[in-house]
């Protein structure tokens, strides 16, 4: 079963692209009964693939992960491919720098929780 991250889309400025990264920057996520919400400070700034950004690829990556007790992301799944396996492992190592807030309970997720990049040039 897949909880899912509420968003809203928000823009982060690249080189010569603009990376859409949804559902990261929102409202709290349901992990296994409890409510987690993203520490902005601990997620960098996606990084666009050079050679992806050279041959114009864009795409939509949704992932799925779970988290530790502590909040920190311990293992993450493409569900839904870009269709560039470039552009989603760069989503999935983003993500592997996210943190969480800690369980509520102290337990790690039981469950996966869904999160999507969308990949896009200006």
């Known amino acids: 079963m ?6 809203k889309n928000g823009k982060l400025a690249g080189a010569s692209a603009a990376l859409l ?3 990261l920057f929102a409202a709290p996520a349901q992990a ?3 409510t987690r919400t993203i ?3 601990s997620c960098a700034k996606p990084e666009y693939p050079k050679a992806d950004i050279q041959a114009k690829h864009e795409g ?4 799925g ?3 530790d ?6 293992d993450s799944k493409v569900l839904t491919s870009s269709g560039f396996t470039s552009l989603d492992d760069a989503a999935r190592d983003a993500l592997s720098k996210c943190s969480f807030s800690p369980a509520p309970n102290g337990a790690a997720d039981k469950t ?3 999160v999507t990049y969308v990949w896009t040039l200006k």
């Open 2 to 7: 897949f909880d899912t991250l509420q968003s």
């Open 21 to 23: 990264l949804a559902a």
């Open 32 to 34: 296994a009964g409890n």
């Open 39 to 41: 520490i902005f400070d």
């Open 60 to 63: 939509k990556v949704t992932l």
């Open 65 to 67: 992960f779970k988290a």
């Open 69 to 74: 007790a502590a909040g920190k992301v311990t």
């Open 112 to 114: 996966w929780t869904k």
